[in-house]
């Protein structure tokens, strides 16, 4: 990513913890001295219901408050919501689009026109129910954005998760998100 | 004069919020704690529950009775604070009119949402401006940051012998209040010394000193007094509020003023705007400038006491003004804004163009493109095309 404006849209189900990664994705552009915004699109949050969340991150201050139209990352931690939502919708040029599937990108472009962006997959669910044990794709998914943008290194990403989640979760709870940090890294395929 | 270096936090609105509150530790927080009432409340009741704060934390059945023991609160002579949203507000505002007329300093957040009907939960000011002749000072602000810094800021302006006013905080439902971004806190410390101690006041429950407040006045009594010196109050606040300020300034190298400036040197153009809008307003001043257009912005901070004379003076030389609602007044010449601010044309004898515009109510998205062709509008009527008198509506849909 070279351009200064990095605008981040993100397309979940109510307890993806999307919201949560968006604010940690904010966190890690803190640490790197970027200006950065991030929020929900605002309704009634219901359990399994689709959400949509934003991510600003720039080297200049932010002072726009609206919707972003034109996302370059999109992010989508459920696979079944492409069939159902336009999730490139004002995507711009070349925008990357990562979603949460154990299918390749070549298998989604078999059913799925996504037009000219650069699509990753990367199998977040099922690294987090290997390394957490429990499906929550969020903290993998930080880890493939890094990978995918280049905003953030490995490191950079674990040592922030380390210190944010240790507070609140067992050395076992962190080490697994660390762990499908890397994994997810390693693994996102274009 | 500016701080050594803060860490910045990622933090929507309502947590900066919260975070100041607890900073401030007030005696007594009195509040609503259901929808539509905001995580202001929640997050402090956390502190609550820690042990974070010393402040007394009472729950209550309905805004009526937050407000309504908020008065009790302060009446007293405890340092009281709440916070409200939308209908919750309107439910409130008998009760607001007690607490000012009583000269009770009350800091209350007020996040900007909708009224019904039909039900809508999202960002627009008519809650607040529903209350604008209750005798609270308004302050609007645009982010997080200046949204806590304002927290902070309120008690020196309200507590001060001179105003002795309830004050009320806004800032951008959802937009700003569920949005993280950046803030950089002061420690409490810091903020301990910039409010200092509660002045003593005269106050209920002073068996040394007694005093009578709120009490029935008949009709030849001096209700139509107590008014006035309301309204008294009210003109001190202006250099109260400032002089708070250009304090913060020095503390912070944060600077704030009544009405915001951007780019108003020579501008012929000018939008005037509060709350989150006008930040993305700046954008657009910038791209038009750009492009040789003498377009500026005035951010509104300070709605009550309207500062008549600054936006008289920062227009004296503007040929169109377009005036941003982001609430109606069904019936009257326009929304609150614009009209506040014609009459402070008019008072002043100064015969700029004026034009109202209403936009994002109920949370409608209000994009760069939209203020764009706001300013565009300004731009030809600058050049000699019409300028209407009837409201245009900003991204309504058929419109």
Not at chain 2, 206 to 223: R, S
Not at chain 2, 277 to 299: F, H, P, Q, S, Y
Not at chain 2, 357 to 368: A, E, K, Q, T, W
Request: contains cysteine; charged residues 20%; aromatic residues 8%.
């Amino acid at each position: 990513m070279t351009s200064q404006l990095t605008e981040v849209r993100w397309h979940a189900r109510g307890g993806q913890g999307a919201v949560t990664a968006a604010k940690m994705v904010a966190e890690l552009a803190v640490g790197r001295g970027k200006h950065f915004q991030a929020f929900p699109e605002y309704g009634p949050e219901r359990s399994g219901a689709p959400i949509v969340a934003f991510t600003r991150i720039s080297d200049e201050p932010i002072q726009t408050y609206s919707p972003i139209e034109s996302p370059n990352v999109i992010l989508v931690l459920d696979p079944t919501l492409i069939a159902s939502i336009d999730v490139v919708e004002g995507a711009s040029e070349q925008a990357v689009v990562i979603i949460n599937t154990e299918q390749t990108p070549e298998e989604i472009k078999k059913d799925h026109d996504f037009g000219n962006v650069r699509l990753m997959t990367v199998a977040a669910s099922k690294i987090a129910n290997e390394t957490i044990g429990r499906n929550l794709p969020n903290t993998p998914m930080v880890g493939a954005v890094a990978k995918a943008t280049g905003l953030f290194g490995l490191e950079e990403v674990q040592d922030h998760m380390r210190q944010s989640f240790s507070k609140k979760f067992s050395e076992k709870v962190v080490n697994g998100n660390l762990e499908a940090v890397r994994r997810a890294f390693e693994e996102v395929k274009e | 004069m500016a701080q050594t270096e803060v860490k910045t936090l990622a933090i929507t609105g309502n947590g900066a919020v919260s975070l100041a509150m607890k900073q401030v530790d007030p005696d007594v927080v009195a509040a609503y704690p259901i929808t539509p009432q905001t995580d202001v409340v929640q997050n402090f009741s956390q502190y609550v529950a820690n042990g974070d704060v010393k402040a007394e934390f009472v729950t209550v059945e309905s805004e009526h009775s937050a407000m309504s023991a908020c008065i009790g609160s302060a009446g007293a002579g405890a340092r009281t604070m709440t916070a409200t949203s939308s209908a919750g507000y309107a439910l409130m505002v008998e009760v607001c009119f007690v607490a000012a007329s009583m000269r009770l300093p009350i800091i209350m957040t007020t996040v900007n949402r909708a009224l019904s009907g039909p039900i809508n939960i999202h960002c627009d000011h008519s809650d607040s401006m529903l209350g604008r002749d209750s005798g609270w000072l308004q302050i609007y602000n645009e982010d997080g940051q200046e949204a806590y810094d304002a927290t902070v800021m309120s008690f020196p302006i309200a507590e001060h012998k001179d105003v002795r006013l309830p004050l009320m905080n806004m800032y951008d439902g959802f937009i700003i209040s569920g949005a993280i971004g950046p803030l950089k806190p002061l420690s409490a410390e810091q903020v301990q010394q910039f409010i200092g101690q509660a002045p003593d006041y005269p106050k209920l429950l002073d068996a040394k000193n007694p005093v009578t407040m709120g009490p029935f006045d008949g009709l030849h009594g001096w209700y139509f007094e107590q008014k006035i010196a309301q309204n008294i109050a009210m003109e001190n606040a202006l250099d109260v509020i400032q002089d708070t300020y250009d304090r913060f300034y020095e503390l912070t190298g944060r600077r704030y003023e009544h009405l915001m400036k951007y780019r108003m040197d020579d501008a012929e153009i000018v939008v005037v705007v509060a709350n989150s809008a006008a930040g993305t307003a700046r954008a657009v001043v910038d791209k038009l400038r750009n492009e040789g257009i003498k377009a500026g912005l005035i951010k509104l901070r300070t709605f009550r006491p309207f500062p008549v004379k600054l936006y008289a003076e920062a227009l004296a030389d503007v040929k169109v003004v377009g005036v941003m609602d982001r609430a109606d007044s069904f019936g009257a010449p326009g929304g609150p804004l614009y009209m506040e601010v014609l009459t402070s044309l008019y008072q002043e004898g100064q015969c700029a163009k004026a034009v109202n515009f209403i936009y994002g109510l109920g949370g409608r998205d209000v994009f760069p493109q939209n203020i764009e062709d706001v300013y565009r509008r300004l731009d030809a009527i600058a050049k000699g095309e019409d300028a209407p008198r009837e409201r245009i509506y900003v991204n309504a849909k058929g419109m």
